[in-house]
């Protein structure tokens, strides 16, 4: 069977298999097998890849940053040459069909065209003759080693607005990914050295707690970025930041679709069908609520969404027709299937049901059928917690101001997006909704590369953002350097009292 080792590269290299001797399997959820195993790794293998990240870092960190960009723009090329091999294997393993797994591995290598802009992003402040003889500058310098912890659902993507963005920062990079979908992330790690970085710049330690903890508990790891489920995210938020670390960790999500009575219900309605099933729902900006404002808006849309929802393909990953695959484990489906039992038994309405669906020629594959739940309200946990599969929930909201009411007040906060061709509202909407990203007229409301990526409320903990100059932010730490140079003697201020430039 094939396995999936640690990339851990440098002096203190050796066998990068794990000492733990734990491993964990990886399936191939088209067709329900195992497909390989990932060594799960532990503390004592974590020091070997922290001895070579130490070894690399100052002279990285004192490489220019035009040429800490020249990697970048080689790593890039070397993705987008080995692109189609790198969908194929992410989809095989995680269970996206291929032309989304090719999104996932571009809305990642978008974060590294960023980076390549790293010299202009570095760039600090100046302020001449702040005083007389002085000025004030400051700079933006790496952290050293940061680390990465990432979840099972965009293995390209996520991995790469993390390590992109902190090393061209000038930091060396630990990048641990969920061990349900290890190896696009190993051959990431494999790229970048082929692209000239230098050994122990990037390295991928896989594991389950263990190894996380071993990252949270690490002295020489000043940095961790997260992303998974919330209950996860605020443990490591809690232990790293214990820990005196710089901690960003985003969790889930349960994101709105507003319907205003005014929007376009065929555009709305193949919009959602997109963002609530595309990826089988496995996305932290998938749009699994539907919030259409009045009853007949609410009949309206329903009407339509019915032979739109029946008319989805599921299909095998890599079936080029398919809308999308199967979820990621087995474990995943009882509890997809488990949830819309839940649902039922609340009293939400299952308007079109997904559970005990089969593929034929694949009956072992993971796959869930799309399914919509009509009448679904707040105090149903079903609405409350995640379910992160094929399921599209409507809950009616009798106006506006309830329709902002719903995603502000719900635990979590990641996305949100509004339907509508009413500016003022949509305006409105925008600027009084409780939640991080807002998509008006746009379903799934990823920033670009350039903007920034945060969540609030229980989808992020921390207060800076992933990617752009936020996430420059993160990985750096801000010098300020005030000098004076005074035209001969001194300058007879009384150097007793707190200086001041009036
Ligand atoms: P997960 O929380 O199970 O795993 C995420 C990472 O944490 C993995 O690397 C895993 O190995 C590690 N981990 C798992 N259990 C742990 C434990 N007990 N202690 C320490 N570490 C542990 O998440 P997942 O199922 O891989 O990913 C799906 C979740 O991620 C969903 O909740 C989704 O909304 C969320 N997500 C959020 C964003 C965002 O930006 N907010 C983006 C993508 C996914």
Redesign the pocket.
């Known amino acids: 069977m094939r396995q999936v080792d640690h990339f851990i590269v440098g002096g203190a290299g050796g066998s990068a298999t794990s000492s733990s001797g734990r491993t964990h399997k990886i399936w191939n959820p088209s067709t329900g097998e195992v497909q390989a195993e990932v060594a799960l790794g532990d503390a004592a293998l974590l020091e070997r890849a922290v001895a070579n990240a130490k070894k690399v870092q100052p002279e990285w960190a004192a490489t220019n940053p035009q040429r800490r960009a020249r990697i970048m723009f080689a790593f890039k090329e070397l993705v987008e040459k080995h692109k189609q091999e790198l969908a194929e294997l992410l989809s095989s393993e995680h269970g996206k069909v291929v032309d989304d797994a090719h999104g996932d591995v571009q809305r990642g290598l978008e974060v590294i065209e960023f980076a390549c802009g790293i010299p202009q992003a570095l760039k600090g402040e100046y302020t001449q003759g702040a005083g007389p003889g002085i000025d004030v500058y400051s700079m933006r310098q790496p952290l050293g080693i940061g680390a990465g ?6 293995p390209a993507m ?1 991995p790469m607005w993390m390590f992109g963005m902190a090393i061209a920062a000038g930091n060396a990079f630990i990048l ?5 979908d290890p190896s696009v992330p190993v051959r990431l790690a494999e790229l970048f050295l082929e692209a000239g970085a230098p050994e122990g710049l990037l390295q991928v330690v896989h ?3 263990e ?3 071993a990252i ?1 508990d690490h002295p020489d790891i000043p940095a961790i970025s ?8 605020q ?2 938020y809690a232990r790293g930041s214990a820990n005196a670390k710089r901690v960003q960790a ?4 349960k994101n709105h679709g507003i319907v205003m009575p005014d929007a376009d219900l065929d555009q709305v309605v193949n919009d959602l069908a997109g963002a609530a099933f595309g990826s089988a729902g ?4 998938a749009l699994p609520v539907v919030v259409p404002v009045g009853e007949d808006t609410a009949d309206r849309l329903r009407e339509k969404l019915i032979p739109a929802i029946e008319g989805l393909r599921v299909g095998i990953s890599t079936d080029k027709d398919a809308h999308y695959g199967p979820v ?1 484990t087995p474990e ?1 489906k009882a509890r997809v299937e488990g949830w819309i039992d839940t649902a039922e038994k609340e009293g939400a309405e299952v308007v079109i049901d997904g559970r005990g669906f089969t593929l034929q020629g694949y009956e072992k594959g993971f796959f869930v059928g799309p399914t919509l739940l009509d009448r679904v309200t707040t105090d149903m946990e079903s609405y409350k917690e ?1 379910i ?1 599969g094929p399921v599209l929930q409507i809950v009616r909201a009798k106006d506006f101001e309830e329709a902002v009411r719903l995603p502000s007040e719900h635990q ?1 906060g ?1 996305g949100v997006a509004i339907f509508t061709r009413n500016g003022h509202a949509a305006r409105e909407f925008a600027s009084r909704v409780n939640v991080g990203m807002v998509g008006i007229n746009v379903p799934i409301p990823v920033p670009v590369s350039y903007h920034s ?3 609030w409320k229980r ?2 903990f921390g207060d800076i953002d ?1 990617y752009g100059m936020e996430g420059l932010r993160f990985w750096t730490k801000s010098k300020k350097v005030t000098q004076r140079w005074p035209d001969g003697g001194g300058d007879g201020s009384n150097a007793f009292v707190i200086p001041t430039m009036g």
């Open positions: 912890i990432t979840p099972f659902n965009f996520i641990k990914p969920s061990e349900r594991g389950d707690k190894m996380v903890d949270l997260f992303v998974g489920s919330s209950d996860i995210a443990y490591i985003f969790g889930g999500a496995e996305r932290c900006m990621v995943h995640e992160f979590y990641n990526f945060g969540g989808s992020g992933q």
